[in-house]
T-cell receptor, first 114, second 116 residues
Framework: NAGVTQTPKFQVLKTGQSMTLQCAQDMNHNSMYWYRQDPGMGLRLIYYSASEGTTDKGEVPNGYNVSRLNKREFSLRLESAAPSQTSVYFC?????????????FGPGTRLTVT | QKEVEQDPGPLSVPEGAIVSLNCTYS??????FMWYRQYSRKGPELLMY????GNKEDGRFTAQVDKSSKYISLFIRDSQPSDSATYLCAMTAVGGPGGSQGNLIFGKGTKLSVKP
């Protein structure tokens, strides 16, 4: 039981390049989330998927797109990376609503955009 | 005013001390309250989870919620060097506006260092 896994662990991009961050969970959770964590800003929600087939914007969605590929996988895409997107990105998942507030996090992806 | 306020620290204590970490919040609709622990360069891990007001104890950790004061606390007894981490409070109002079920609002985290 690996929990929430993320790939890659580290990435360096040049401005304007694109990339996709991958996330998978093996806990049979319905909901999945993408956060970014910046010094002094805490964790901020980018996008979330309450269930397979649905996605919604969070607090800071600009410059990102997401895909809920199936129940297990939720990817985050940067179409044209900018230095302001340098951050640590965390994926999380949670179970059915009512108990869904317990979110479990992956190990993170450290992204640097130069 | 931010929805959730948390003193970023850093907080440094000697081993064996009692540690008190706190958050205040402004949204009276928050019902679920959590504490996450985040070691350096790792993802947050859920430490404590409480619903509404009251206390919850788990080993050396006690979480308190005072909804009348919009104030939550995490106490760590007999603190150990292994407790050195950043502690994040988080809370949510299930079924909030925009269908944001389960969306957590996080404090910015308090960095704790326990010295041997």
């Amino acid at each position: 039981n690996a929990g929430v896994t993320q790939t890659p662990k580290f990435q360096v991009l040049k401005t304007g390049q694109s990339m996709t961050l991958q996330c998978a969970q093996d806990m049979n959770h319905n909901s999945m989330y993408w956060y970014r964590q910046d010094p002094g800003m805490g964790l901020r929600l980018i996008y979330y998927s309450a269930s397979e087939g649905t996605t919604d914007k969070g607090e800071v969605p600009n410059g990102y797109n997401v895909s809920r590929l199936n129940k297990r996988e939720f990817s985050l895409r940067l179409e044209s990376a900018a230095p302001s997107q340098t951050s640590v990105y965390f994926c999380a998942s949670s179970g059915a609503s009512g108990v869904g507030v317990k979110q479990y996090f992956g190990p993170g992806t450290r992204l640097t955009v130069t | 005013q931010k929805e959730v306020e948390q003193d970023p620290g850093p907080l440094s204590v000697p081993e064996g001390a009692i540690v008190s970490l706190n958050c205040t919040y402004s949204n009276s609709a928050f019902q679920y309250f959590m504490w996450y622990r985040q070691y350096s360069r790792k993802g947050p891990e859920l430490l404590m989870y409480t619903y509404s007001s009251g206390n919850k104890e788990d080993g050396r950790f006690t979480a308190q919620v005072d909804k009348s004061s919009k104030y939550i606390s995490l106490f760590i007894r007999d603190s150990q060097p292994s407790d050195s981490a950043t502690y994040l409070c988080a809370m949510t109002a299930v079924g909030g506006p925009g269908g944001s079920q389960g969306n957590l609002i996080f404090g910015k985290g308090t960095k704790l260092s326990v010295k041997p």
